[in-house]
Structures are given as C-alpha cells and as structure tokens.
C-alpha cells in the first residue's frame, strides 16, 4: 500500500515554468512504477509521463516530451514533474500515480494508486 500527495500546481502565466512533487508514504516510490496522468475539463485521463521502478525507463507522452520531464528522488521518497514553456492547454488536475507492474504503463488502469491531484492553471 502506498499514499501519494502531490503538490506544486497553481496559477500560472503561459511560458513559463512549474514543478510538481508526489510525496509517497507506506511504501518507497522505488519499489513502484510512478507515473503522472492529467485532466483537463470534460476530458478523459491522458498520460503525461512514467518512470519503471527498477529499469529506470522512462516515458513521456510524444505531445509533452519536449516541455515535460519526470524524475524520481528515491532517497526523498518523491516523484517530480518538471513542466516547461507551459500553455494554455496544459491546464488540467495533475495525478501521481503508483503502479506494481514492473514497465511502465500509459494507460489509467494500469496503475494501482492514485493520489488526489493537484490543479495547474496556465493563463495565455
């Protein structure tokens, strides 16, 4: 079992930059695929990034590849989003997520636990 709480999200102005954070308790972010997903309003879940637990894969949605990086802090027990030349249409609830499948995986189902997310809103 393990509890994410994600922070870092707020108001924004469209080109610049924002980190958000996944502070995972109960068990270490090392022993979980970790990935983050968005939501934007009247939309589904859309994968942003994801990170294996023990192949240190990595994946980026091709969309956000350029802008977004993920990142792990095993020590920290913290999962990071690094978010850059932000726009408009990257507004949406950010999730973290926890996954006990050994490669990362790009859809919502394949992940386990989720924490509450947290709100990023970039102003054009």
């Known amino acids: 079992q393990v509890q994410l709480v994600e922070s870092g999200g707020g108001l924004v102005q469209a080109g610049r930059s924002l980190r958000l954070s996944c502070a995972a308790s109960?068990?270490?972010?090392?022993?979980?695929?970790m990935g983050w997903f968005r939501q934007a309003p009247g939309k589904g879940r859309e994968f942003v990034a994801a990170f294996s637990y023990n192949t240190f894969t990595k994946l980026h949605a091709d969309s956000m590849k350029d802008r977004f990086a993920i990142s792990r802090d095993n020590g920290a027990n913290t999962v990071y989003l690094q978010m850059n030349s932000l726009k408009a249409e990257d507004t949406a609830v950010y999730y973290c997520?926890?996954?006990?499948?050994?490669?990362?995986?790009?859809?919502?189902?394949?992940?386990?636990?989720w924490g509450q997310g947290t709100q990023v809103t970039v102003s054009s």
């Open positions: 109960g068990r270490t972010v090392g022993r979980y695929t």
């Open positions: 997520a926890a996954g006990k499948r050994e490669r990362p995986g790009v859809t919502w189902d394949e992940y386990d636990y």
